[in-house]
């Protein structure tokens, strides 16, 4: 009987399983498209530009959600719900302050006479606007689901306490902290 608890126990979540083969296949098509842009760079017609400021800042602010969401986690399972509560909801903040934070930094780069798309645009440009679109988009999916785990926390409905959820929601959002981490060394240091 204890053999058999054991090994349950050591076994991982299969939603967490889901989630790191997901993360595995994100990294894939992360890797390709970084690949890609460093293969396309060595052609021609290729525009140099660094990216603008607020990038710095929208890093300072998803490292900052990232540790907020790292504590919500550690107050979930400390059933302390009010710090909860406080902490997931500014975590949601943040991911979306990243958001705007990332359109505002591609509005700069169009008033500063870069075309990230279409008519005009460079393929350097438009490799940015690709990668870190996706990027955006798979924060703003985070963004969803610490919304619905927002409400939940603030749903009287259930008292249910397994961490598991929002493990996973905060393994996802560490996730993407990290992948922009990566994105934002390749476009400002590694590559410019």
Excluded at 130 to 153: E, K, N, P, Q, T
């Amino acid at each position: 009987m204890t053999t058999v608890s054991n090994n349950q126990r050591n076994r991982i979540h299969p939603h967490k399983f889901t989630m790191w083969v997901a993360m595995g296949s994100i990294v894939m098509m992360f890797a390709g498209l970084t690949s890609a842009y460093i293969v396309r760079s060595n052609q021609g017609n290729w525009l140099e530009f660094n990216l603008p400021v607020v990038f710095w800042y929208s890093t300072l602010v998803i490292l900052c959600s990232s540790l907020f969401i790292h504590l919500s986690v550690k107050a979930f399972k400390a059933r302390e719900m009010q710090r909860y509560r406080l902490l997931i909801t500014i975590t949601m903040a943040l991911g979306l302050l990243f958001s705007v934070l990332q359109f505002v930094g591609f509005s700069d780069l169009k008033t500063h006479g870069v075309q990230l798309l279409g008519v005009g645009s460079n393929p350097a440009a438009s490799f940015l606007a690709i990668i870190c679109g996706l990027h955006i988009l798979h924060v703003l999916g985070g963004v969803v689901v610490l919304m619905i785990i927002f409400l939940r926390a603030y749903s009287n409905k259930s008292k249910n306490y397994n961490p598991v959820p929002v493990e996973i929601v905060a393994t996802y959002w560490h996730f993407v902290d990290i992948l922009w981490i990566y994105l934002f060394i390749f476009f400002s240091i590694i590559h410019t």
